[in-house]
């Protein structure tokens, strides 16, 4: 019977969380967006070609290969790579190089589409620098049949969010993650 009433609470707690982020996302309404333009090791790319055939893109907002955090997140979430591009564009934004982009994503495995902030204003504008240099994330565009790019929802990336497993299963753990950092 306990176990009923926490898995009812459970559900209970991830609609009102469903609920209440979508009417933040709501609230807060599509922004228009131009047309950034990245480096990559085959050259220049710009947003709207991340999207490929799709009408929607994802790109995740990493650290870059300093960040033991970011590689944790960039890891768990290229295992639904194939799940993810049959639904949408994807593409791993860093302000590392191309070249170190290209090391990390051999040594990793990753399958992503790379692409480099040096020189790009993308992380500021879309809220993912600080005080404190880059902040890890993931943003969502739409691209109209005019062409017109909309950034439709972001979410930060940390430690208990929905984006890394690793955190709420630790969570069921005796104790959490008892300190446990990614390495």
């Known amino acids: 019977m306990a176990s009923e009433r926490f898995n009812t609470a459970y559900q209970n707690l991830q609609n009102a969380k469903a609920e209440m982020l979508a009417a933040m996302r709501e609230a807060h309404g599509p922004e228009v967006k ?15 070609e991340l999207f490929g055939h799709h009408d929607d893109l994802l790109v995740i907002h990493n650290m870059g290969r300093s ?9 768990g979430l290229a295992s639904l790579e194939p799940m993810i591009t049959e639904r949408c564009g994807l593409a791993l934004s860093s302000p590392d190089s191309p070249e170190t982009q290209a090391e990390v994503k ?19 504008d879309m809220g993912y620098v600080s005080d404190h240099g880059y902040m890890p994330g993931v943003s969502a565009f739409h691209k109209n049949a005019s062409g017109e790019m909309t950034r439709t929802g972001s979410a930060f990336f940390g430690p208990g969010d929905d984006f890394c497993a690793i955190w709420p299963l630790f969570d069921l753990l005796e104790g959490g993650a008892k300190g446990w950092e990614p390495k």
Not at 67 to 75: Q, R, S
């Open 34 to 48: 131009e047309d950034y333009e990245f480096q990559t090791e085959q050259g220049q790319v710009r947003l709207s």
């Open 67 to 75: 960040c033991n955090y970011c590689t944790l997140w960039a890891d």
């Open 106 to 124: 051999a040594k990793r495995g990753w399958p992503y589409q790379m692409v480099s902030l040096k020189g790009s204003r993308f992380a500021h």
